[in-house]
T-cell receptor, first 111, second 115 residues
Framework: GENVEQHPSTLSVQEGDSAVIKCTYSDSASNYFPWYKQELGKRPQLIIDIRSNVGEKKDQRIAVTLNKTAKHFSLHITETQPEDSAVYFCAARGPNYQLIWGAGTKLIIKP | NAGVMQNPRHLVRRRGQEARLRCSPMKGHSHVYWYRQLPEEGLKFMVYLQKENIIDESGMPKERFSAEFPKEGPSILRIQQVVRGDSAAYFC?????????????FGPGTRLTVL
């Protein structure tokens, strides 16, 4: 079945710098890749997603890239701000439309 | 339009008791997914249901766990004879249909603590 790996598990960046989180997936049939942000004690919130027919998508300070050949996708956050501190999860759509999740990246923005 | 509702938000059970978790999808959504999140970990898929049908239960333990989504009323995740390892946050998500790109909208979760 589908397996999603996510790195790093913790990422600490200076406020204003960029952050990059990377994920790989195993099932070449996967065609939808969302990214979620989860604050402590809260529900996951979708921040951006990408479909397999697109290589890159951008929404203000957030962008996602997808390399289908290599089966990896990445989240890029530019000009990081304190409110970006959270746990970020990548996911891939499985064969029955369920989401298969990465283990998460704790992003720490240092003032 | 109310979002996905889950209740209770917090549930405490003693070992051996039963836990019932409820999920009301967004209005117009007929697809429900249940996920479990252990502390400091990602979400794990448990079960996918449509009204009156279980579509995929491959992520749900075969013993003690069951799920339903009746024609009327919320989806229910039931855990019998709970053990300490069942302590986790249980999230449900709903989507309007089966299209591959449909976003899943998450409820606030039920945090189950087994004493």
């Amino acid at each position: 079945g589908e397996n999603v790996e996510q790195h790093p598990s913790t990422l600490s960046v200076q406020e204003g710098d960029s952050a990059v989180i990377k994920c790989t997936y195993s099932d070449s049939a996967s065609n939808y890749f969302p990214w979620y942000k989860q604050e402590l004690g809260k529900r996951p919130q979708l921040i951006i997603d990408i479909r397999s027919n697109v290589g890159e998508k951008k929404d203000q300070r957030i962008a996602v890239t997808l390399n289908k050949t290599a089966k990896h996708f990445s989240l890029h956050i530019t000009e990081t701000q304190p409110e970006d501190s959270a746990v970020y999860f990548c996911a891939a759509r499985g064969p029955n439309y369920q989401l298969i999740w990465g283990a998460g990246t704790k992003l720490i923005i240092k003032p | 339009n109310a979002g996905v509702m889950q209740n209770p938000r917090h549930l405490v059970r003693r070992r051996g008791q039963e836990a019932r978790l409820r999920c009301s999808p967004m209005k117009g959504h007929s697809h429900v997914y249940w996920y479990r999140q252990l502390p400091e970990e990602g979400l794990k898929f448990m079960v996918y249901l449509q009204k009156e049908n279980i579509i995929d239960e491959s992520g749900m333990p075969k013993e003690r766990f069951s799920a339903e989504f009746p024609k009327e009323g919320p989806s229910i995740l039931r855990i019998q004879q709970v053990v300490r390892g069942d302590s986790a946050a249980y999230f449900c998500a709903s989507s309007p249909g089966r299209a591959s790109y449909n976003e899943q909208f998450f409820g606030p979760g039920t945090r189950l603590t087994v004493l």
